[in-house]
Nanobody
Framework: QVHVSESGGGSAQTGDSMTLSCEAS????????MGWFRQAPGKEREFVAG????????KYSVPAKGRFAISRDGRKNKIDLEMRALIADDTATYYC?????????????????????WGQGTRVTVAT
């Protein structure tokens, strides 16, 4: 069983920056692929960013590309999502996700199905 815990989130103004952090604990001693999804009120859940098991692979959604940066802490299952130039459309609950068995060490899935474990979510609200 892998426990996923998120931190960060809260309220921000348009143009602000914010960092979300996530740590996966438990399970095996392997390093996992990890990432973020988000769900805005009244909208479907969507992929935001992900980083591969190796750390070499990174993927971003179109809205996140150029503004968000995902990184991981060395060999640990700990990641950060640095979000810059926040806009109102970034308002959502952000969920950290873990893929315990990615297809390759460089794989980052953008669909929800491959992600095995999900955090409780952390709310981000961006005011105009």
């Amino acid at each position: 069983q892998v426990h996923v815990s998120e931190s960060g989130g809260g309220s921000a103004q348009t143009g602000d920056s914010m960092t979300l952090s996530c740590e996966a604990s438990g399970g095996s001693y392997n390093r996992y692929a990890m990432g973020w999804f988000r769900q805005a009120p009244g909208k479907e859940r969507e992929f935001v960013a992900g980083i591969s098991q190796s750390g070499r692979g990174r993927k971003y959604s179109v809205p996140a590309k150029g503004r968000f940066a995902i990184s991981r802490d060395g060999r640990k299952n700990k990641i950060d999502l640095e979000m810059r130039a926040l806009i109102a459309d970034d308002t959502a609950t952000y969920y950290c996700v873990v893929d315990r068995n990615p297809r390759t060490v460089d794989t980052v899935a953008i669909d929800a199905a491959p992600w095995d474990d999900w955090g409780q979510g952390t709310r981000v609200t961006v005011a105009t």
